[in-house]
Each structure stands twice: as structure tokens, then as C-alpha cells.
């Protein structure tokens, strides 16, 4: 906890405040990642990767935790693919484990654990026009955050997102 000036919209002047703010302080991420990419024929292919990362970091937080912020212990993403000079399909799953974001006063404040379904399409009509549909989110995953298992915080829902993109070249 630190005493900063901070400009206040109900005084409209600078106000002595207590807040609590990271220190930068020593992180330390040790992990493996693993990945595989196969293609499956001549047009198809699979991929895979997955990641075991532990960050911490000097700094304990309120919570008695010493995580690093951002760094989620687990996170893999699974794919297939078709493609050939004219079409082009992608289909994938991304999913990582919980993770810290931040402070929410003087609390740290996690993201749960998530996974998201995305898919492309794309078409190559000439040399210099070509076609593409993004499709993200396709689950509809709720975000959830929390405080701690007991005391969630916020959840939303983003919904389906789609794109559709022509792509020139001159």
C-alpha cells in the first residue's frame, strides 16, 4: 500500500489516495511445451501443442499466493486443417487453465479456466481476389471471474463472432 496523488472527479483536484499496486519483482517461469503437427494425406492435417508453465514470483499477494500474473499452469489447442490451392478449412479448440489478471482493489483477481471453438473457410477465386470466413467463439464460452472460489466476480458472454473478409491484391 502506497500514498499517491490521484485527480478526483467529485473534488476536480488532486487527492491523497492508499492504494495497492504490483512492486515489480522477480518472475520466474519454468514449463514444457509440447507439438505435433501431421499431415494427413496430401490436402489434410492435425496439429496439436500443449503447455505446462509455472510462474511465480517473489511477490506474495493478498490471497497468500505468489503467482505470476498471466501465466496459466496449463493450456493446449487442438487442430485439423484442409488445404489446397483453391480452398482452405481450419478448424480449432484453444483451452487454458486459470489464471491471474490483476488486483480488484487490493485482491487478486483470477480468470477461470476457458476454451474457445474457432473455424475458417477461404477461397482463392483469382491470383488477385480471394475470400475468407472467420468464425470465433463458436462454443459461446461463458468468461467467469473470481476473488476466490467462493466470491465470483463477473461473467460474460461474448457470443459468436463471424467475419467475412475479401482480400485484393493490386
Known amino acids: 500500500v502506497v ?9 476536480n483536484q488532486l ?16 514449463g514444457v511445451e509440447v507439438a505435433y503437427e501431421q499431415p494427413i494425406g496430401e490436402y489434410f492435417g492435425i496439429n496439436a501443442n500443449y503447455t505446462y508453465a509455472n510462474g511465480t514470483t517473489s511477490h506474495t499477494w493478498a490471497d497468500g499466493s505468489h503467482n505470476l500474473l498471466g501465466t496459466s499452469k496449463n493450456t493446449y489447442n487442438l487442430g485439423a486443417y484442409f488445404e489446397n490451392d483453391m480452398f ?5 479448440y484453444s483451452w487454458r487453465s ?15 479456466a476457458y ?16 475470400f475468407s470466413l472467420d468464425a470465433l467463439n463458436l462454443n459461446n464460452p461463458t ?28
Not at 500514498?3 to 473534488?11: A, D, F, K, M, V
Not at 476454451?115 to 480471394?130: E, I, M, Q, R, V
Open 3 to 11: 500514498s499517491r496523488q490521484l485527480y478526483s472527479e467529485l473534488t
Open 15 to 30: 487527492e491523497t489516495y492508499q492504494i495497492s499496486t504490483p512492486i515489480n519483482a522477480d518472475g520466474k517461469v519454468t
Open 88 to 92: 482452405g478449412a481450419r478448424i480449432g
Open 98 to 112: 486459470a489464471f491471474l489478471i490483476g488486483l480488484q482493489g487490493a485482491v487478486p483477481y483470477y480468470q477461470a
Open 115 to 130: 476454451g474457445t471453438l474457432n473455424a475458417s473457410l477461404s477461397y482463392k477465386a483469382t491470383n488477385w481476389l480471394s
Open 143 to 170: 468468461t467467469k471471474y473470481y476473488q476466490s472460489a467462493y466470491i465470483p466476480t463477473a461473467f460474460y458472454e461474448n457470443g459468436r463472432q463471424y467475419y467475412l473478409t475479401a482480400h485484393l491484391k493490386f
